[in-house]
């Protein structure tokens, strides 16, 4: 519906439902034929950069861009997600996010630390890798952005640190 709104088409053959794993995706109702156009997304409903900068926090992505261009290319879109994420209800982009999935248990960088401890125990040189290259690098990210974006902006990213947390672990 968010789709169609937003000028989206979709093959008549196709529909967007759960698979019995419980995963939403497009699912064929009837043969396709090859070359058929099955989708068509308007750039305006893609999470890209270019919508970024359109967006309410685009003055901030500019200036950060600017004045820190050694950040990872990531960060303006990590950035413009979590205002977003905290808008809720009113952000443009809320019948999308209610659409993916809320938590990503299988992926160990968001699973909690007594967790995260056993798989170290298990798996010692994975569990190197995950902790000095994704766990350490996330919480510093998330650390330096609160310090220097998130909490000196309460208008742009309202709700306090557990609700930016969950924002940018989301």
């Known amino acids: 519906e968010w789709l169609e709104e937003g000028g989206a088409t ?4 196709l529909t967007v439902r759960p698979s019995a794993a419980g995963i939403r995706g497009l699912h064929a109702t009837a043969d396709l034929k090859e070359g058929e156009e099955l989708a068509v997304v308007p750039r305006e409903l893609w999470l890209h950069k270019s919508n970024a900068a359109r967006s309410r926090v685009g003055p901030l992505l500019r200036t950060i861009q600017a004045q820190a261009s050694r950040l990872p290319k990531h960060t303006s879109l990590l950035i413009f997600l979590v205002h977003e994420r905290l808008l809720g209800a009113d952000s443009f982009w809320a019948h999308y996010f209610e659409w993916l999935p809320q938590r990503y248990d299988e992926l160990p960088l968001s699973w909690p630390p007594e967790r995260r401890e056993a798989l170290l125990a298990r798996h010692p040189g994975l569990g190197r890798w995950l902790h000095h290259e994704q766990w350490a690098y996330a919480e510093t990210e998330f650390d ?3 310090r220097v974006v998130f909490d000196d902006l309460p208008d742009l ?3 306090g640190s557990a ?4 924002a940018y672990d989301w």
Do not use: Q
């Open 10 to 13: 979709l093959h008549p053959s």
């Open 144 to 146: 330096l952005l609160r």
């Open 157 to 159: 990213f309202p709700g």
């Open 163 to 166: 609700a930016l947390r969950a």
